[in-house]
């Protein structure tokens, strides 16, 4: 068999996993489920929360760092799906399985941590590392009890508080070389 010949066949054998998992969705993770409304309102609150609560003087500064937090969760978050670490049964989108916790709920608290800590770094990092244990010792081991979450292959919450340091860590990382940049073409 080709090496091209063999991609393909994976490559169909994913396409089959995926209309699997939709189906999946369709019967038990859809609108007909008391949980796809849940993460739907888990998925909005906190962006109508961020609407009214944020600091509008330093909201593209706080709004670049949630976006980053985002971003790099979203990505995580695929890695750990696509390495077979963890999935999600309920979801409001089936081909999006991370969209109301790690999509909007997680950056958005790091976004407040952020706006509450500009003119305090230390204590940025002590919140933002009280914000990760809190997701990966709390919020996660519910998601896990309530069915909202599984973990596979010796994955723990340990895992989980490490990889939510290392987010944020990223995040803060590019958004201060953004901030120098930035501060570099206003002089």
């Known amino acids: 068999m080709s090496r091209i010949s063999e ?11 995926i209309e ?5 969705w369709a019967e038990y993770s859809g609108p007909s489920s008391w949980q796809f409304w849940l993460l739907l309102v888990l ?16 909201a593209f500064e706080i ?20 390495m077979g670490f963890w999935n999600y049964p309920y979801q409001i989108i089936p081909s999006l399985p991370s969209l109301s916790i790690d999509t909007s709920l997680v950056p958005v608290c790091y976004m407040f941590v952020y706006q509450l800590t500009l003119k305090n770094r230390t204590k940025f990092y002590l919140y933002s590392v009280l914000v990760s244990g809190l997701f990966a010792f ?3 081991p519910i998601m896990v009890q309530t069915g909202f979450f599984r973990m596979y292959q010796n994955v723990n919450f340990i895992h989980l508080f490490l990889l939510y340091l290392l987010l944020f860590l990223a995040a803060r990382f ?14």
């Open 7 to 17: 991609f393909d066949k994976i490559v169909n054998e994913r396409k089959h996993s």
């Open 20 to 24: 699997l998992l939709n189906s999946y």
């Open 43 to 58: 998925f909005i609150l906190p962006l109508v929360v961020t609407y009214f609560k944020i600091d509008r003087n330093k």
């Open 63 to 82: 709004g670049f760092y949630g976006y980053s937090i985002h971003i790099l969760i979203s990505l995580g978050d695929l890695l750990g799906i696509n």
């Open 138 to 140: 709390v919020i996660k």
């Open 174 to 187: 590019i958004s201060y070389i953004f901030k120098r940049l930035n501060k570099g073409t206003s002089k």
